[in-house]
């Protein structure tokens, strides 16, 4: 449940933050901010429901994972107290930052076991990888995005070579990004004495005029004049538009290079 890089300094009015129940009593629940170092915070009963509570304990358990919103943050004869409320969390709200928070969990165990096997200090860790990570709302896009684009994405935020290229090794092994393949037959058929060669000419065309590097574009010969043309990308639109511009080329140079016949139809959709 902690992570090993927290953060320093105190919440601000509003913000919602992670907490877990330390003890309950029957006027409020004491709590360990777990994004903060050593901050504890303090659930009023009176913001613990926006409902009637008639025991505390049959809604807060130790132990258990809450998001709060600060409601007071103030600085008492050396010491810190802070307030927060769960009433006044909407369950969208609470859904986002859960989400935000297990993955901010993971990405910091990715640069944790990434300096592990560099041999570093966790304060090494902090000063060479997370200080340029957190500095992103989600720094778990930026990992999910380097897995796709090589470790030069972690390069371009300040991130040096060593550690760049021993986050992306380690980020490889915990994220896998799903794939959207979009396949069309495509039927072609030629009456002409070198019919097959202008076939083969079309499709070796295709494969060299439409590639990219965010696609997979694969040819397989399903059985003459059946060809199936698939497209794999990370990102459904950039699939669709590349079927689109095949189907286009298709229908408008086959016709002009002797093809007689061309039909080019959907197949399937796919994810994963």
Do not use: C
């Not at 369950?91 to 930052?97: D, N, Y």
Request: no cysteine; hydrophobic share 40%.
């Amino acid at each position: 449940m902690s992570i090993p890089f927290k953060k320093k300094g105190l919440p601000e009015i509003g913000e919602l933050v992670v907490a877990q129940i330390k003890k309950v009593f029957d006027y409020g629940a004491y709590t360990n901010l777990l994004e903060y170092e050593n901050l504890q915070a303090f659930i009023p009963w009176s913001e613990v429901s926006t409902k009637y509570v008639k025991d505390i304990k049959d809604i807060l358990k130790e132990g258990q994972v809450v998001i709060g919103k600060v409601i007071r943050v103030e600085k008492k004869q050396g010491r810190i107290e802070v307030d927060i409320s769960l009433k006044r969390v909407f369950e969208g709200e609470k859904k986002v930052k859960m989400l935000r928070w297990k993955r901010v969990q993971k990405a910091q165990k990715i640069v944790e076991i990434a300096a592990k096997n560099l041999g570093k200090t966790l304060d090494e860790a902090y000063k060479n990888a997370w200080i340029f990570l957190e500095k992103n709302i989600d720094p778990m896009a930026l990992i999910e995005e380097t897995v796709l684009k090589g470790p030069q994405e972690f390069m371009k935020i300040g991130i040096n070579e060593e550690w760049a290229k021993a986050l992306y090794e380690e980020a490889k092994k915990h994220i896998t990004i799903k794939m959207v393949r979009i396949r069309g037959i495509a039927k072609l058929i030629s009456y002409k004495p070198d019919g097959v060669e202008k076939i083969k000419g079309v499709l070796i065309e295709i494969k060299n005029k439409f590639k990219r590097d965010d696609i997979n574009l694969n040819i397989y010969t399903v059985g003459a004049p059946r060809y199936r043309i698939e497209i794999e990308a990370h990102d459904y639109k950039v699939a669709e538009e590349v079927y689109n511009q095949i189907a286009t080329f298709l229908k408008d140079v086959t016709q002009s290079i002797g093809v007689d016949f061309v039909e080019f139809e959907r197949e399937e959709i796919e994810k994963g």
